[in-house]
């Protein structure tokens, strides 16, 4: 028997050996393993995943450690797969067991899910791959993913990953940190995620909260997507924070200027209006001249003459003239007159009516008791 054949009977199935990489071939490498035969290593003993060439995992001069899978006649042939395969299980169930989460590599994008690299092949399947649905997985290939193992099973060979279960862990750690950030009074910019009869829904950073219809706008708002729409960017207050049950109350009216905001410059004492009446009470009639914006005629400025009630001369909903006596933004009060216009129209009626009276031959005297006589 020669020398050869000699060494090659006390290399046993099984071994464990280190070599060094002499010859890389497309399909196979040849390592020098410390005896006069060397070791081949075939490019389907390479690596767990699918391998093109045999030059995308190892050099010339790179050491392995390899482990005999076969001795025969004067070949033997050697996996580093299953030395890495050996490592990868004892870390996987680390892993595995304590939840650990780490990163691995997209190796390809197959039907169902993507294939990673743990050492062992590893799968996502699509359902576990993010939070939301993906189309085309084609940009994932060589990404890095933070993933934790979900199934682990040595026997079938099988280690099912998720990099869902590590989002949605990361999202409701942010969420629980921003529920306990959050103040009431706080401003910030959220994203409109859903309309509803009642409000919208906003997201503030990982954790939504709702803008009662009420706080959309300062005027009246019929429906929500009269004022916004999904996905709009908006600036929100904060209201009230229920953190045991997640509930979050918002206002976008509050983060926009007011109605009564700079009024005094758009409004003026003297100035004449059109508005409507809001309310009628005892002591005069409200009455808005802006949107959201209402100024107070006073019942002694009602009328030129006296009147019981409001509701002898006006009625909610009529539209009217007014001129502004007063205007005052710090405390949101205009004071407002349909009398002193009936005064002003009263004068220049009786200036009118005395120009033309020594053109016409008419007795002045006698439209002033007419005059007299309409508020006896």
Known sequence: ???????ITEIKVGDILNGTVVKVDEKQVLVDIGYKTEGILPISELSSLHVEKASEIVNEGDTLEVKVKKVEDDEVIISKRAIDAEKAWEDLEEKYNSGEVFETEVKDIVKGGLVVDVGVRGFIPASLVETYFVEDFSDYKNKMLTVKIVDLNKEQNRIILSHRAVAEDELEAKKEELLQSLEEGQVLEGTVQRLTDF???VDIGGVDGLVHISQLSHGHVEKASDVVSEGDKIEVEVLSVD???????LSHKNTLPGPWTNIEQEISKGDTLEGTVKRLVNFGAFVEVKEGVEG????SQ???RHIGTPHEVLEVGQTINVKVLDVNEQAQRISLSIKELEVEQEKSELEQYEKDDDQSGFQFGDFIGDKLNKYK
């Open 302 to 304: 009602i009328a030129n």
């Open 1 to 7: 028997m020669s020398e050869a054949n000699n060494e």
């Open 199 to 201: 409000g919208v829904f």
């Open 296 to 299: 107070l005629v006073h019942i």
């Open 243 to 249: 953190r045991d049950n997640e509930r979050i109350s």
